[in-house]
T-cell receptor, first 109, second 112 residues
Framework: RKEVEQDPGPFNVPEGATVAFNCTYS??????FFWYRQDCRKEPKLLMS???SGNEDGRFTAQLNRASQYISLLIRDSKLSDSATYLC??????????FGAGTRLTVKP | DTGVSQNPRHKITKRGQNVTFRCDPI?????LYWYRQTLGQGPEFLTY????????KSRLLSDRFSAERPKGSFSTLEIQRTEQGDSAMYLC??????????FGPGTRLTVT
């Protein structure tokens, strides 16, 4: 079993839809969590950190459930420009990051 | 541009040759990481430095791989006697301790 597992996707949604990505992690000692976005043939870019209290950045909401070892990312009112692969990232401690394989999202007009 | 830079962006080499990649991190970042990414997978951790000290190496990093960060600024990743299985995108990232990592554009290696 991989340490960080994500919905494989792909997710194909129309513009304006709400889409949710799930991620689970196996190392209960993991300390911090992030979502990254990666466009085709580009480097990953930090989208947002994930806090236990949940956090929101515009149309994006991230949630963490430490008891269930589960992380989610919700995108509201999706735009064509949201099309990308979304990577769930877990910091096991001391910036030892483990990446999920990513979930691919395509937003269609 | 004050982001992470990597050179070269693309490298094609023949099996058995040695290659070296360079990464220049964001200047105030003391942590520097190397990852490898293949198609359809997330980045896989290879090694990281805090300042000039190499603190961890993945089991993925065979004896043919070596990384240095001699002055705590830029880093190099060398692969000796390349194999076709080494073909991948090699990503460098930098960060401050406890903060998110910022990636460079990567070096795409093709071993023929």
């Amino acid at each position: 079993r991989k340490e960080v597992e994500q919905d494989p996707g792909p997710f194909n949604v129309p513009e304006g839809a709400t889409v949710a990505f799930n991620c689970t992690y196996s190392n209960s000692a993991s300390q911090s969590f992030f979502w990254y976005r990666q466009d085709c043939r580009k480097e990953p870019k930090l989208l947002m950190s994930v806090y236990s209290s949940g956090n929101e950045d515009g149309r994006f909401t991230a949630q963490l459930n430490r008891a269930s070892q589960y992380i989610s990312l919700l995108i509201r009112d999706s735009k064509l420009s949201d099309s990308a692969t979304y990577l769930c990232v877990v910091n096991r401690g001391d910036n030892d990051m483990r990446f999920g394989a990513g979930t691919r999202l395509t937003v269609k007009p | 541009d004050t982001g992470v830079s990597q050179n070269p962006r693309h490298k094609i080499t023949k099996r058995g040759q040695n290659v070296t990649f360079r990464c220049d991190p964001i200047s105030e970042h003391n942590r520097l990481y190397w990852y490898r990414q293949t198609l359809g997978q997330g980045p896989e951790f290879l090694t990281y430095f805090q300042n000039e000290a190499q603190l961890e190496k993945s089991r993925l990093l065979s004896d043919r791989f070596s990384a240095e960060r001699p002055k705590g600024s830029f880093s190099t990743l060398e692969i000796q006697r390349t194999e076709q299985g080494d073909s991948a995108m090699y990503l460098c990232a930098s960060s401050l301790v406890g903060k998110g990592q910022y990636f460079g554009p990567g070096t795409r290696l093709t071993v023929t």
